[in-house]
């Protein structure tokens, strides 16, 4: 069992930048993948971005690449989302996300095993 915990989510102005951090609990954190989501209201939730677990693979969605990086701390169980030039349109509850086959990079919220509970981000023009 694992259990997330997202913070670093708050109102930030277009063109900002928020690092979203994911702390979990238990000693084999370093062994899932990771991702994040986002679902805005009245949308789908949506992969961001998502992680193999030892950071050596990573994935971006089209929207975000360039602007946005995920990257990871076995040491601390936590993963990252640093989000650069935020845009209105990015806001939205952002979750972490992790899958048991950790080898893998992984991009359908079905393929994940645990969430957290998110954290808004929101962005204002």
């Known amino acids: 069992q694992v259990q997330l915990v997202e913070s670093g989510g708050g109102l930030v102005q277009a063109g900002g930048s928020l690092r979203l951090s994911c702390a979990a609990s238990g000693r084999t954190f370093s062994s899932y993948a990771m991702g994040w989501f986002r679902q805005a209201p009245g949308k789908e939730r949506d992969i961001v971005a998502a992680?193999?677990?030892?950071?050596?693979?990573?994935y971006y969605a089209d929207s975000v690449k360039g602007r946005f990086t995920i990257s990871r701390d076995n040491a601390k169980n936590t993963v990252y989302l640093q989000m650069n030039s935020l845009k209105p349109e990015e806001a939205a509850v952002y979750y972490c996300?992790?899958?048991?086959?950790?080898?893998?990079?992984?991009?359908?919220?079905?393929?994940?095993?645990?969430w957290g509970q998110g954290t808004q981000v929101t962005v204002s023009s």
């Open positions: 992680i193999t677990w030892n950071g050596g693979r990573t």
């Open positions: 996300a992790a899958g048991l086959v950790g080898s893998r990079l992984l991009y359908r919220d079905r393929d994940y095993d645990y």
